[in-house]
């Protein structure tokens, strides 16, 4: 017995001593896929010697005889740093995510073949100038550089997500850049799900008061014809336009799809969120003349809010290269996978952009061929679909195919998609109309030219060829001017068109198809105007006497009007400092509204902690980490939400679970359609004091389980924690601690120093969005200008740099970035040179 305890030790000593072998071999193979940043490299087809140089925060300066080489070592400093994440952008570009992951992203797979952004992505690229195609090229043949190379004899070929889930990377083709591009624009575009939430409304008999409580638009909104889609749709309406049959005219087709041609996602689930939820882009941006600041020279600041990853979605970079003998910068924020600085400047003007929330999205209601099925509905009759078969694979599992259909109005949405079978009308279909979908896509042209701009006026007239996703592109230059201009590619509708772009319109009738697009001389803009300061935040900036549609879905003006207040309300003139201070703004003028409104309404009220009212009722309205008021005031909005909305919206209450401090307050105040305070379920008649009342004790309740029961001890930066999610290891249990960046940090969802936090999600204060980039170009000396991202240069979870920039971004620091080479070589951590090959 004792051989065999014995035995049984010596076994266990060497399988643990042979786990820890193997452990410390993974580690040493992962650490040695942190590739080179020293020594020289031989390649064919340079014109001359390059290098790139990583200065101190491991950013990438590139320095070459042309823009040619410059773009292409541009390519190969985005794979050698970031190739897991550009991989895992092209494949969800073409819907092949499942072949790495398996069922877990099948139905983001079929969303997204049924787009077919590979199609227009390809034939973009067909129709593009020389210069575009020539950097694109060189761009790509910068990626495959790095992937092809000869590596050491210890080094990693790869990435550690590579050779965890076994994966090769194929070969980098020219047009999956613009694929990338238009994986923006979805991300960015996103009134389609607002098309749907009114459709999903008017099915439950609200009409279009009720409609614009829950989608409220912008007070500088003009002209807003009423939407009552009872009319239109002929629910329980009499409309001269019903759309459906009279004994059909209340029913949702439950068996949608079951026809002799399949549907794209009937077998799936439902699902209203890809693999990875799009976060809805936000930014800031303000430009300042040099007539109002200290140094008598512009100032402009840039802040491009997305979902944050790890990495983060932007990366710096500087290219410095000869053109015609004389000698160029242009350095800032790229995104990796395209050759394009989004943001950023060159030696004369700077450049930022901001979301316009262009009602770019249509969906059209095709309705089908009653005895087959096979047929949708046109003003010349029933015609064909185009269909085609389309064949995923699923690692770990059977490939599997649909039918992909697409209408002369756009690509047919898989009928699981935002519960679309159960909201459209009976024997119908929808098809969705957007401009990113184009095959004449001029948008990587018109990021290349820009960086190449000299005036401000040249900005504005290379953005023109912007098509998608349209952006709100702010610039000042070296000799005092300002600009801004909302470009991209505007849809133009009937006037007879009545919906203009807010809900699903039927497909066979001519009026609601679109008529064109607004001419480039059309686009909104704005050239050094006469109060010297330019601001765009997201919601209505448009002058005045702008007439033109561009969109209803602004987002809520909250960090509009603030950012316009602090601009145009400082008494001294503005400084950098004063520019920086802006961005770091934590003041919520959203949630001081809800406080002041709550406090007003309940005053006098009974049953209420005193001491915790009388503290909301002196806050700052600042969203503080270290401060109490915030986390009790986010929990208030939370439950004040849930108890207006959720009994007369049932199911539909998913549509605004988010929350809307505009709609609340309108749901609640005089301008409401409805009593929508009042429970329909209870026999009580609940008056909005009740309903803020119940709200704060639920608040309580929630937070002391959360929390602890002193409510003095609670702090917003406990439950406030920036989480950069890393695709797809954050979703892993026993990884996702090694990969998934986390940080307490101030602001919130409505302030300038953005960090949403969605109510409605499981975790409802963590913040799942923001700043991925910062800057702030100072023209009195554009070489101390301050630059940050929200992780760290590199995607390898191994290096130092995958996370060394996060604290300094959580704090509100900054780095500066500048174009001599005195400057960047100092502290460098290696030069890495390419010589021509012979």
Avoid at 184 to 190: F, P
Avoid at 472 to 495: E, F, H, K, M
Wanted: glycine share 8%; with cysteine.
């Amino acid at each position: 017995m004792s051989k065999f305890f014995k035995w049984v030790g010596v076994s266990l000593f060497v399988l643990t001593l042979l786990g820890l072998v193997l452990a410390a071999g993974a580690l040493f193979v992962f650490y040695n896929s942190i590739p080179k940043i020293n020594g020289e490299i031989v390649l064919s087809g340079l014109k001359g010697s390059a290098s790139i140089v990583r200065d101190e925060n491991h950013i990438p300066h590139i320095e070459a005889k042309s823009k040619i080489d410059a773009i292409r070592l541009l390519g190969t400093a985005h794979a050698s740093d970031r190739l897991w994440q550009m991989h895992v952008t092209r494949m969800a570009a073409q819907g092949r995510l499942s072949e790495m992951f398996g069922e877990a992203t099948l139905e983001t797979d079929r969303f997204l073949r049924t787009l077919d952004l590979v199609s227009p992505s390809k034939k973009s690229y067909e129709i593009l100038d020389l210069k575009t195609q020539q950097l694109l090229l060189a761009y790509t043949r910068g990626v495959n550089d790095f992937i092809d190379r000869k590596k050491g004899v210890f080094e990693a070929s790869l990435p550690p997500e590579f050779m965890i889930l076994g994966q090769t990377p194929e070969a980098w083709e020219a047009w999956q850049s613009i694929a990338i591009m238009k994986v923006m624009s979805l991300t960015l575009d996103s009134n389609m799900g607002h098309e749907i939430g009114r459709l999903a409304l008017a099915g439950r008999g609200f009409n279009g008061a009720d409609i614009e409580n829950i989608y409220p638009y912008d007070p500088r909104d003009k002209n807003v014809p009423n939407l009552e889609l009872n009319q239109l749709y002929g629910w329980g309406a009499d409309g001269k336009e019903n759309i459906l049959n009279s004994k059909q005219s209340s029913k949702y087709n439950k068996n949608f799809g079951h026809t002799k041609t399949s549907v794209a996602g009937l077998e799936g689930d439902d699902f209203s969120e890809l693999a990875w939820p799009i976060h809805q882009s936000a930014s800031n941006s303000w430009a300042i003349s040099g007539n109002l600041t200290s140094t008598g020279k512009p100032l402009l600041a840039n802040d491009p809010h997305l979902g944050f990853t790890a990495p983060s979605a932007m990366y710096l970079a500087h290219i410095r290269f000869e053109d015609n003998g004389v000698l160029k910068n242009i350095i800032g924020g790229t995104v990796p996978g395209m050759p394009v600085f989004l943001v950023g400047r060159n030696d004369r003007v700077a450049w930022g952009l901001t979301t316009t929330k262009l009602d770019s999205q249509d969906i059209f209601i095709e309705k089908l061929d009653l005895q087959t099925g096979t047929k949708y509905l046109t003003p010349n009759g029933y015609s064909d679909f185009i269909e085609r078969e389309e064949i995923i694979k699923v690692k770990g599992g059977e490939s599997v195919s649909f039918i992909r259909r697409e209408t002369r109005n756009g690509p047919v949405l898989p009928a699981n998609y935002k519960k679309l079978k159960q909201r459209l009308p009976y024997n119908t279909v929808a098809a969705l109309g957007w401009v990113a979908l184009a095959n004449d896509d001029t948008t990587m042209t018109a990021a290349l030219n820009i960086s190449d701009a000299k005036v401000v006026n040249d900005v504005l007239s290379y953005s023109k060829k912007i098509v998608s996703p349209m952006q709100n592109i702010i610039a000042a230059d070296v000799d005092g001017n300002i600009g801004l201009i909302a470009a991209g590619r505007v849809p133009r509708r009937s006037i007879a068109n009545f919906v203009r772009g807010r809900a699903p319109v039927p497909g066979w009738i001519q009026k609601y198809r679109w008529l064109g697009f607004l001419s480039a001389s059309d686009l909104p803009k704005i050239y050094n105007p006469q109060n010297n300061i330019l601001v765009a935040a997201n919601a209505n900036w448009l002058p005045k006497d702008y007439e033109k549609h561009i969109t209803f879905d602004w987002s809520e003006n909250h960090r509009q009007i603030r950012a316009e207040n602090l601009m145009f309300g400082r008494n001294a003139n503005h400084t950098a400092l004063s520019v920086k201070d802006g961005m770091a703004d934590s003041y919520s003028r959203a949630m001081v509204a809800f406080r002041d409104f709550g406090t007003s309404t309940l005053a006098g009220a009974v049953n209420i902690n005193e001491l915790l009212f009388d503290r909301l009722r002196k806050w700052n309205g600042k969203m503080e980490k270290n401060t109490v008021e915030p986390l009790i005031m986010v929990s208030w909005f939370r439950h004040a939400n849930e108890l207006v909305f959720k009994d007369e919206l049932g199911e539909e209450f998913e549509l605004v679970k988010n929350g809307n401090v505009t709609r609340l307050l309108t749901a609640m105040g005089n301008g409401r359609s409805q009593n929508w305070c009042n429970k329909i379920r209870t026999p009580k008649f609940e008056t909005c004091a009740d309903i803020l009342s119940e709200a704060l004790d639920k608040v309580v309740a929630e937070l002391e389980t959360k929390f602890g029961p002193d409510w003095t001890e609670w702090k917003w930066g406990v439950a406030h924690i920036a989480v950069h999610e890393h695709r797809p290891f954050s979703k892993v249990d026993f990884l996702k601690d090694f990969f998934t960046l986390q940080q307490p940090i101030s602001g919130g969802k409505f302030t300038l120093l953005r960090s949403t936090n969605n109510i409605g999600a499981k975790n409802p204060f963590v913040a799942t969005q923001g700043a991925a980039y910062r800057a702030i170009y100072d023209f009195s000396n554009l070489n101390n200008s301050k630059f940050m991202i929200s992780t760290g240069q590199s995607g390898n979870v191994m290096s130092q740099h995958y996370s060394d920039l996060l604290d300094k971004w959580a704090t509100l620091q900054y780095i500066t970035m500048s174009t001599l080479k005195s400057d960047y070589e100092k502290n460098a951590l290696g030069t890495l040179k390419f010589v021509p090959a012979q």
